[in-house]
């Protein structure tokens, strides 16, 4: 098949409108295709002879001899004899004649360049004394030798009037012979159009006359059998018979006076013997008519029987109606009209020819002749449409009779296709194309494929070509016609008329009859070894989202495999091919740089780390990077450096791709690869592994020039890991983890996957569909597979930040195949044992944590850090203060503990430390933590065991708390400065105690070591313990008190119980007196010296200064006031001196630390468990906690719209701050017996202490007169009267303690409420008088008796 055949057949197209505006558009569109035109060519002309029309009887025979003849006129005789024999001997039924009286035509042929001219003149006035001058001729050729006809060019006279198929036909060859397949399931075997000149002479007329050339059946004749073995072998010599031809030249010796002398010829025999003998025959046919037309009809019919001669007798209606029920004899009238219409017919006197055609018709159905009337018909209606002028409208009707007769009662489809083929010229002529289609569609039937092909095709062509195009129902019937063409064997053509369908059904959703031409123009391209297009069909089908049955997926896959196989085989060194299957999603692509996480060896727990099983978590990313920025810029004396990016061991979609990772050399590479199934069939990925480029780099950095690309081919490189089997069921999603091993440094470029594709077995031939030849199907489909590539190929994040980069659509890079391998870098691993997964809240418990270096370089600089300091805790810096390892007992603790005499139970033993040691420090950050290795650096191989406490948090619930480990190599890198490794501990907190501490100033005056003033601090501690955790009862067994200027002394109510236990829900009330330290303690003590008292319960002291007590009392109090200090922040610095003086009256830096013990029960063993909280009191009388609060909601309140007034803060200190300016005390005895009947009067002496808490002087007013609210106040306290001077007005310096005298004067028995007196007090040097009344912290009760 040509490439100008295909331009002459129908456009390509893409969607419905597209179409038919190129139908509108292109002058490529005709209705006809030129296979097509040769074929019916070919067809009418082959036609043979039949009784009942005259059209290709022969009227004339031309008898040739040549001047070189010894006797021209003998050998002209001898001719003329055999014409008269072939003609009138009943033996030959081939050719056919007009009439008897043939003209007969000698020609005497002449070589000039060989023969005698003047013996051959002689030889002509001979013959036209014989058969006159209108009879013969004489034709002088060759005037030249074939010699001088190399000299010159003079074109061949022959080419135009050669047929045109066998020129096309020498075209089509050029591409290869179309051979003929066999097709064992259809009972006709079809000879290929490009062989028809091998049957047809250069006249038309053929060699043999038994054979047809488009004959149907093969059998007959030997060398057409294409399942015989000479098949192939005449397939080629025909092919190099083909080749030869083009070569040939003809009329080489003639010139141009021969070419006049030929066609003068030709005139001469046309105008002197053809047509006058037509004119004679016409003439002679209209004369017997015209004496048949003065008969009367009747008289006609009833004397027919003597004219028609020997004429059948008269039969059934059945009968006749069959196509050899009537035979007219050749002399009968009926027949005679016919000769006349077609004589005129071939004369071109389409008017005459009309009326005789339909003259003859009558009479023949009247005879019930049918198929001389069908004859008749289909003339009369070629006549109607061939008058010029159109003097009557085409007869279509008739030719839809005629084809009916020849199909349905004469049985002959022969002339019925060339009914069909004629009337569908003409209405396609007429613009009538869907009647044209709606014909050829009928004669469409099983008896032959070919035709029914060619058929289907035109009509298709017809329904593209009509004024609003039928896109679909062309597309359609170019199916019906491509698979008419593959049971023909016409495979190429087949092959076309499916592609051209496919333009069509492409992209418009339909699913199913895409799949259907996709499969068979794979089949088709495969058996025309277009390998290419066949597999490229074939992955149409597996690419789109099938909607196929699985079974029919199955045997589309397996089709596939073995025609992408049969591709590999014919190049199995080049390039490896793309395959479409398994879908994979290259953005959902991870990276991780690294070994894979140890699983947990019995109590031994690795560190989480980062790992392709955690999901990404855009918060916990964040809070990473904030604890990697937050000890790099430690590290870096409190700047983040300008090149500092966040490690990132886990590349994804969401991380910074944007810049080349480094992974270091000896560690793998991850790569997980996303992979989808859209198949119902089961998917067998075998020997599957990355594919990679390389381009190493020496030790100083420079470039090598070879780049390896092969996948194996150096593992001394880049190991690379092969799975060797990989499924992926049915419609199933799954990602595969592939490693690569890097042994050198340089640059690194993942290309994608290499893999095996194949199938399982299990599966069989559907829907009647059989496997290809040697595709083999059940269990040997397991070998079937095919190797082959995909690409990874990631599309980066899409830019958006400046104005072009908005306006337009651009992609940044994504680099995470990329990884730059640079040098050897330390390598950590962290081990924690023993490491609780449940804890109460506060709850002390010790575990190991254990640091390896599994790398072959040191380590050195390794800190952690955690926002959540108060969480754990390595120790002090010194030995001192860390306890030893405890041994197995599970009694033991984890404090560092002494035994103690029961005599100084009551009161508090004191030490001290400093938060320095804790690594609480100014400016210090206590989230970063150093961690204590022996030498400060982990050497290749070496591992260290340190021991870690850890305290439950005080909330309950499950806590995330992260660990970041910070590692720099001994030897400086200009690439990777430090490592990191993560953890994430996932700790569940049960409750345990909430403590509850309040401080108050003691209203007692004390000897002289309280001049600085004495409080007592009342703690409350309640057991909130659901006994979740089996917890029976907590015992406190110390309470603490850490401070730079306060002390606990000692336990004011201590009850006979020493043990202070508290069950379930039990709350338990302590309360403690506290001391200022002694002046000249806190003199000798740095500024970040806290003093330690333990108060203790037990038999036990717990040495609150040492590790770990004294660390968490440290984490937690920096903690708190990391909490405070933003709200310390948002106060006005505009508050005067004044008002600071007074609030730090006010404040106490007074902490409570109490440590208790659980005593749990636990699958039938008694375990102690213990712990710590802490009561931060900053404020005198504010109650703290040791637990954070839940904060109720507030109300509602109602909306209120108002316009806020600028008014400036007030910077008047609060009633509670200015009644901590002067403590009072009152001091008298707390009962008197008075005679009352000796003396009326009672009076009683009493001291009035005034203290100044500031450091300011302060202006103090006394007032003792009453000042009664009410009456019922009298009733309680009973009436007395203070006597002598009713005001005092005095000054007191700082921290001063002042004393009156005073007389209270009682006239009743009674108790009574002293505590009358109003104390006012300012500071000395303000103009502002802050006056307010001091609060006495308890009423002062006297009792007076008589005596």
Same mark, same amino acid.
């Given at each position: 098949m040509?490439?100008?055949?295909?331009?002459?057949s129908v456009p390509?197209?893409?969607?419905?409108?597209?179409?038919?505006?190129?139908?509108?558009?292109?002058?490529?569109?005709?209705?006809?295709?030129?296979?097509?035109?040769? =074929?019916r060519e070919?067809?009418?002309?082959s036609?043979?002879?039949?009784d009942?029309e005259?059209?290709?009887?022969?009227?004339?025979?031309?008898?040739?001899?040549?001047?070189?003849?010894?006797e021209?006129?003998?050998?002209?005789?001898?001719?003329?004899?055999?014409?008269?024999?072939?003609?009138?001997?009943?033996d030959?039924s081939?050719?056919?004649?007009?009439?008897?009286?043939?003209?007969?035509?000698y020609?005497?042929?002449h070589?000039?360049?060989a023969?005698?001219?003047q013996?051959?003149? !002689?030889?002509?006035?001979?013959?036209?004394?014989?058969?006159?001058t209108?009879?013969?001729?004489l034709?002088?050729?060759?005037?030249?030798?074939?010699?001088?006809?190399?000299?010159?060019?003079?074109?061949?006279?022959?080419?135009?009037?050669?047929?045109?198929n066998?020129?096309?036909n020498?075209?089509?060859?050029?591409?290869?012979?179309?051979?003929i397949?066999?097709?064992?399931n259809?009972?006709?075997?079809?000879?290929?159009?490009?062989?028809?000149d091998?049957?047809?002479?250069v006249?038309?007329?053929?060699?043999?006359?038994?054979a047809?050339?488009?004959q149907?059946?093969?059998?007959?004749?030997?060398?057409?059998?294409?399942?015989?073995?000479?098949?192939v072998?005449?397939?080629s010599?025909?092919?190099?018979?083909?080749?030869?031809?083009?070569?040939?030249?003809?009329?080489?010796?003639l010139?141009?006076?021969d070419?006049d002398?030929?066609?003068?010829?030709?005139?001469?025999?046309? $105008?002197?013997g053809?047509?006058?003998?037509?004119?004679?025959?016409?003439r002679?046919?209209?004369?017997?008519?015209?004496?048949?037309?003065?008969?009367?009809?009747?008289?006609?019919s009833?004397?027919?029987?003597?004219?028609?001669?020997?004429?059948?007798?008269e039969?059934?209606?059945?009968?006749?109606?069959?196509?050899?029920?009537?035979l &007219?004899?050749?002399e009968?009238?009926?027949l005679?009209i016919?000769?006349?219409?077609d004589?005129c017919f071939?004369?071109q006197h389409?008017?005459?020819?009309?009326?005789?055609y339909?003259?003859a018709?009558?009479?023949?159905?009247?005879?019930?002749?049918?198929? &001389?009337?069908?004859?008749?018909?289909?003339?009369?209606?070629?006549?109607?449409?061939?008058?010029?002028?159109?003097?009557?409208?085409y007869?279509?009707?008739?030719?839809?009779?005629?084809?009916?007769?020849?199909?349905?009662?004469?049985?002959n489809?022969i002339l019925a296709?060339r009914?069909?083929?004629?009337?569908?010229?003409?209405?396609?002529?007429?613009s009538?194309?869907?009647?044209?289609?709606?014909?050829?569609?009928r004669?469409t039937?099983?008896?032959?494929?070919l035709?029914?092909a060619?058929?289907?095709?035109?009509?298709?062509?017809?329904?593209?070509?009509?004024?609003?195009?039928?896109?679909?129902?062309y597309?359609?019937?170019?199916i019906l016609?491509g698979?008419? $063409?593959?049971?023909?064997?016409?495979?190429?053509?087949?092959?076309?008329c499916?592609?051209?369908?496919?333009?069509v059904?492409?992209?418009?959703?339909?699913?199913?009859?895409?799949?259907?031409?996709?499969?068979?123009?794979?089949?088709?391209s495969?058996?025309l070894?277009?390998?290419?297009?066949?597999v490229?069909?074939?992955?149409?089908?597996l690419?789109n989202e099938s909607?196929?049955?699985?079974a029919?997926?199955?045997s589309?896959?397996?089709?596939?495999? =073995?025609?992408?196989?049969?591709v590999?085989?014919? !190049?199995?060194?080049?390039?490896?091919?793309?395959?479409?299957?398994?879908?994979?999603?290259?953005?959902?692509?991870?990276v991780?740089f690294?070994?894979?996480?140890?699983p947990?060896?019995?109590?031994?727990?690795?560190?989480?780390?980062?790992?392709?099983?955690?999901?990404?978590?855009?918060?916990?990313?964040?809070?990473?990077?904030e604890?990697?920025e937050?000890?790099v810029?430690?590290?870096?004396?409190?700047?983040?450096?300008p090149?500092?990016h966040?490690?990132?061991?886990?590349l994804?979609?969401?991380?910074?791709?944007s810049?080349?990772?480094?992974?270091v050399? %000896?560690?793998?590479?991850t790569?997980?690869?996303?992979?989808r199934?859209?198949?119902?069939v089961?998917?067998?990925?075998?020997?599957?592994?990355?594919l990679?480029?390389?381009?190493?780099?020496?030790?100083?950095?420079?470039n090598?020039?070879?780049?390896k690309?092969?996948?194996a081919?150096?593992p001394?490189?880049?190991?690379?890991?092969v799975?060797?089997? #990989?499924?992926i069921?049915?419609?199933?999603?799954?990602?595969a983890?592939?490693?690569?091993f890097?042994?050198?440094?340089?640059?690194l470029?993942i290309?994608?996957?290499?893999?095996n594709?194949?199938?399982?077995?299990?599966?069989?031939t559907?829907?009647?569909?059989?496997?290809?030849p040697?595709?083999?199907?059940?269990?040997?489909s397991?070998?079937?597979s095919?190797?082959g590539?995909?690409d990874?190929e990631?599309?980066?994040?899409r830019?958006n930040?400046t104005?072009? %980069?908005?306006?337009s659509?651009?992609?940044?890079?994504?680099?995470?195949?990329?990884p730059?391998i640079?040098? %050897?870098?330390?390598l950590? +691993?962290? #081990?924690?044992?023993h490491?609780?997964?449940?804890?109460?809240?506060?709850?002390?418990?010790?575990?190991?944590?254990e640091?390896v270096?599994?790398?072959?370089?040191?380590?050195?600089?390794?800190?952690?850090?955690?926002?959540?300091?108060?969480?754990?805790?390595?120790?002090?810096?010194?030995?001192?203060?860390?306890?030893?390892?405890?041994?197995?007992s599970?009694?033991?603790?984890?404090?560092k503990?002494?035994?103690?005499?029961?005599?100084?139970?009551?009161?508090?033993?004191?030490?001290?430390?400093s938060?320095?040691?804790?690594g609480?420090?100014?400016?210090?950050?206590?989230?970063?933590?150093?961690?204590?290795?022996p030498?400060?650096?982990l050497?290749?191989?070496?591992?260290?065991?340190?021991?870690l406490?850890?305290?439950?948090?005080?909330?309950?619930g499950?806590?995330?708390?992260?660990?970041?480990f910070y590692?720099?190599?001994?030897?400086?890198?200009?690439k990777?400065?430090?490592?990191i490794?993560?953890?994430?501990?996932?700790?569940?907190?049960?409750?345990?105690l909430?403590?509850?501490a309040?401080?108050?100033? !003691?209203?007692?005056?004390?000897?002289?070591e309280?001049?600085?003033?004495?409080?007592?601090?009342?703690?409350?501690?309640?057991?909130?313990?659901?006994?979740?955790?089996?917890?029976?009862?907590?015992?406190?067994?110390?309470v603490?008190?850490?401070?730079k200027?306060?002390?606990?002394?000692k336990?004011?109510?201590?009850?006979?119980?020493k043990?202070?236990?508290?069950?379930?829900?039990?709350?338990?009330?302590?309360?403690?007196?506290?001391?200022?330290c002694?002046?000249?303690?806190v003199?000798?003590?740095s500024?970040?010296?806290?003093?330690?008292?333990?108060?203790?319960?037990?038999n036990?002291q717990?040495?609150?200064?040492?590790?770990?007590?004294?660390?968490? #009392? =440290?984490?937690?109090?920096?903690? +708190?006031?990391k909490?405070?200090?933003p709200?310390?922040?948002?106060?006005?610095? !505009?508050?005067e001196?004044?008002?600071?003086?007074?609030?730090?009256?006010?404040?106490?830096?007074?902490n409570?630390v109490?440590?208790?013990?659980?005593?749990?029960v636990?699958?039938?063993?008694?375990?102690?468990?213990?712990?710590?909280?802490?009561?931060?009191?900053?404020?005198?009388g504010?109650?703290a906690?040791?637990s954070?609060?839940k904060?109720?909601?507030?109300?509602?309140?109602?909306?209120?719209?108002?316009?806020?007034?600028?008014?400036?803060?007030?910077?008047?200190?609060?009633?509670?701050?200015?009644?901590?300016?002067i403590?009072?005390?009152?001091?008298?005895?707390?009962?008197?017996?008075?005679?009352?009947?000796q003396?009326?009067?009672?009076?009683?002496?009493?001291?009035?202490?005034?203290s100044?808490?500031?450091?300011?002087?302060?202006?103090?007013?006394?007032?003792?007169r009453?000042?009664?609210?009410?009456p019922?106040?009298? +009733?309680?306290?009973?009436?007395?009267?203070?006597?002598g001077?009713?005001?005092?007005?005095?000054?007191?310096?700082?921290?001063?303690?002042?004393?009156l005298?005073?007389k209270?004067c $009682?006239?009743?028995?009674g108790?009574y409420?002293?505590?009358t007196?109003?104390?006012f007090a300012?500071?000395?040097?303000?103009?502002?008088?802050?006056?307010t009344?001091?609060?006495n912290?308890?009423?002062?009760?006297i009792?007076?008796?008589?005596?």
């Amino acid at each position: 098949m040509s490439d100008r055949s295909i331009k002459a057949s129908v456009p390509w197209y893409s969607n419905w409108k597209d179409t038919l505006m190129e139908m509108k558009e292109s002058s490529l569109n005709t209705a006809t295709t030129p296979w097509f035109e040769s =074929y019916r060519e070919t067809f009418l002309q082959s036609m043979p002879a039949s009784d009942h029309e005259f059209l290709n009887h022969y009227l004339a025979c031309m008898l040739v001899a040549s001047s070189s003849e010894a006797e021209p006129m003998e050998q002209f005789g001898k001719l003329s004899q055999e014409q008269h024999r072939i003609q009138h001997n009943n033996d030959y039924s081939y050719p056919k004649w007009f009439i008897p009286n043939t003209l007969k035509y000698y020609v005497l042929l002449h070589d000039v360049s060989a023969g005698d001219e003047q013996r051959a003149e !002689s030889i002509y006035e001979e013959m036209k004394q014989k058969y006159g001058t209108q009879g013969c001729y004489l034709l002088k050729i060759n005037s030249r030798t074939s010699n001088q006809a190399s000299d010159e060019q003079i074109p061949d006279p022959w080419s135009q009037y050669l047929q045109k198929n066998s020129i096309q036909n020498q075209e089509s060859y050029e591409d290869g012979p179309c051979t003929i397949s066999s097709n064992k399931n259809s009972d006709s075997n079809l000879l290929s159009l490009d062989g028809l000149d091998n049957e047809v002479k250069v006249d038309g007329l053929p060699n043999n006359f038994r054979a047809h050339p488009l004959q149907l059946d093969s059998s007959s004749d030997p060398s057409n059998n294409i399942d015989g073995p000479d098949h192939v072998k005449s397939a080629s010599s025909l092919h190099e018979t083909k080749k030869a031809n083009p070569g040939i030249i003809h009329g080489a010796c003639l010139t141009l006076t021969d070419h006049d002398r030929i066609r003068q010829f030709v005139q001469e025999f046309t $105008f002197r013997g053809l047509l006058p003998h037509i004119e004679k025959t016409i003439r002679q046919l209209n004369d017997q008519l015209i004496s048949r037309k003065g008969l009367s009809r009747s008289l006609f019919s009833a004397t027919k029987k003597w004219f028609s001669g020997s004429k059948v007798p008269e039969k059934s209606i059945n009968e006749l109606k069959n196509t050899s029920g009537l035979l &007219y004899p050749p002399e009968a009238p009926e027949l005679q009209i016919r000769k006349m219409a077609d004589l005129c017919f071939l004369v071109q006197h389409y008017d005459l020819a009309y009326s005789c055609y339909h003259t003859a018709k009558k009479d023949f159905l009247n005879d019930q002749a049918m198929l &001389y009337a069908a004859g008749a018909l289909e003339m009369a209606a070629v006549s109607a449409f061939l008058q010029q002028g159109a003097a009557r409208p085409y007869p279509a009707h008739y030719m839809d009779t005629a084809i009916q007769t020849y199909r349905d009662i004469c049985k002959n489809m022969i002339l019925a296709e060339r009914c069909v083929l004629l009337s569908a010229e003409i209405l396609k002529s007429q613009s009538k194309y869907s009647e044209a289609a709606a014909l050829l569609i009928r004669l469409t039937s099983e008896d032959s494929d070919l035709r029914s092909a060619l058929l289907l095709e035109q009509a298709a062509h017809c329904f593209i070509n009509m004024k609003s195009p039928m896109v679909r129902k062309y597309a359609f019937h170019m199916i019906l016609a491509g698979h008419r $063409f593959s049971k023909a064997g016409q495979k190429k053509h087949a092959l076309r008329c499916y592609c051209q369908a496919m333009q069509v059904y492409k992209g418009k959703g339909w699913s199913l009859a895409e799949d259907h031409i996709n499969f068979t123009i794979g089949r088709q391209s495969y058996t025309l070894r277009q390998l290419d297009n066949a597999v490229s069909a074939f992955r149409h089908i597996l690419i789109n989202e099938s909607k196929q049955s699985a079974a029919q997926q199955g045997s589309f896959l397996r089709e596939y495999l =073995y025609v992408y196989k049969n591709v590999s085989q014919l !190049s199995p060194d080049g390039p490896l091919p793309q395959l479409p299957l398994p879908y994979i999603n290259s953005s959902a692509t991870r990276v991780f740089f690294g070994h894979d996480r140890r699983p947990a060896d019995g109590e031994k727990q690795a560190a989480t780390h980062v790992s392709l099983d955690q999901e990404y978590d855009n918060e916990s990313s964040q809070q990473w990077r904030e604890l990697e920025e937050q000890v790099v810029a430690l590290v870096n004396k409190g700047v983040i450096p300008p090149n500092f990016h966040p490690t990132q061991y886990c590349l994804n979609s969401f991380s910074d791709n944007s810049r080349f990772p480094l992974a270091v050399v %000896e560690e793998p590479i991850t790569v997980e690869v996303a992979f989808r199934n859209p198949l119902k069939v089961p998917l067998l990925l075998t020997n599957l592994s990355l594919l990679w480029k390389f381009q190493p780099k020496d030790c100083s950095g420079k470039n090598d020039e070879e780049v390896k690309e092969l996948v194996a081919s150096e593992p001394e490189m880049i190991g690379t890991e092969v799975i060797s089997e #990989f499924l992926i069921n049915s419609e199933e999603s799954k990602v595969a983890r592939l490693k690569l091993f890097p042994h050198h440094i340089g640059e690194l470029h993942i290309l994608g996957v290499v893999y095996n594709l194949g199938t399982i077995q299990g599966s069989t031939t559907v829907d009647g569909i059989g496997a290809l030849p040697g595709c083999h199907t059940g269990k040997q489909s397991l070998g079937m597979s095919v190797r082959g590539r995909q690409d990874l190929e990631i599309q980066g994040p899409r830019l958006n930040s400046t104005k072009e %980069e908005k306006t337009s659509i651009t992609y940044g890079p994504d680099r995470r195949l990329d990884p730059i391998i640079v040098e %050897e870098m330390p390598l950590l +691993e962290v #081990f924690f044992i023993h490491f609780p997964t449940g804890l109460l809240c506060g709850e002390i418990r010790k575990a190991y944590v254990e640091f390896v270096n599994v790398s072959k370089c040191p380590l050195t600089g390794l800190k952690v850090v955690c926002k959540r300091p108060e969480f754990f805790t390595f120790g002090g810096n010194t030995t001192a203060l860390t306890p030893l390892s405890p041994s197995a007992s599970e009694n033991c603790s984890a404090y560092k503990t002494v035994v103690t005499e029961s005599t100084s139970v009551c009161t508090a033993l004191t030490s001290s430390a400093s938060s320095v040691d804790f690594g609480i420090g100014i400016g210090s950050q206590p989230e970063v933590i150093p961690v204590p290795l022996p030498d400060t650096v982990l050497l290749p191989g070496a591992s260290v065991q340190l021991p870690l406490w850890l305290r439950g948090p005080d909330e309950e619930g499950v806590h995330e708390i992260n660990f970041l480990f910070y590692y720099e190599s001994v030897k400086k890198l200009p690439k990777i400065r430090h490592r990191i490794l993560r953890h994430t501990a996932v700790i569940c907190t049960s409750r345990s105690l909430n403590a509850r501490a309040t401080v108050c100033r !003691s209203n007692s005056l004390e000897d002289e070591e309280g001049r600085g003033g004495n409080m007592l601090v009342f703690v409350d501690v309640e057991n909130i313990n659901t006994s979740e955790a089996g917890v029976k009862e907590f015992h406190i067994v110390q309470v603490s008190s850490s401070s730079k200027h306060w002390k606990l002394q000692k336990s004011v109510n201590l009850s006979e119980n020493k043990d202070a236990k508290l069950g379930s829900r039990e709350k338990g009330k302590f309360c403690f007196k506290a001391i200022r330290c002694k002046e000249k303690e806190v003199a000798t003590q740095s500024s970040e010296d806290y003093t330690f008292a333990d108060i203790i319960f037990g038999n036990e002291q717990i040495i609150s200064s040492a590790s770990p007590c004294a660390d968490f #009392f =440290y984490r937690s109090l920096s903690s +708190e006031l990391k909490k405070a200090q933003p709200s310390a922040h948002t106060e006005k610095q !505009s508050v005067e001196d004044a008002v600071r003086l007074i609030q730090k009256c006010s404040e106490v830096d007074l902490n409570v630390v109490i440590l208790w013990k659980a005593y749990v029960v636990e699958d039938s063993k008694q375990l102690i468990l213990e712990g710590q909280h802490h009561v931060i009191l900053h404020t005198v009388g504010k109650e703290a906690y040791s637990s954070p609060q839940k904060q109720e909601p507030p109300e509602m309140e109602p909306l209120k719209f108002f316009r806020p007034e600028n008014t400036a803060v007030s910077s008047r200190p609060s009633v509670e701050q200015l009644s901590s300016l002067i403590k009072t005390s009152l001091h008298y005895p707390e009962s008197l017996n008075h005679p009352f009947h000796q003396k009326s009067l009672c009076l009683v002496p009493v001291t009035l202490l005034l203290s100044n808490c500031s450091k300011a002087d302060v202006d103090v007013i006394v007032d003792l007169r009453h000042k009664t609210t009410s009456p019922e106040s009298l +009733e309680i306290h009973g009436s007395f009267t203070w006597l002598g001077q009713t005001q005092y007005k005095l000054q007191l310096k700082s921290e001063e303690i002042h004393s009156l005298q005073l007389k209270a004067c $009682f006239v009743h028995t009674g108790v009574y409420n002293l505590g009358t007196p109003r104390v006012f007090a300012k500071l000395s040097d303000q103009v502002t008088v802050f006056e307010t009344s001091q609060q006495n912290s308890m009423p002062a009760l006297i009792i007076i008796n008589n005596v």
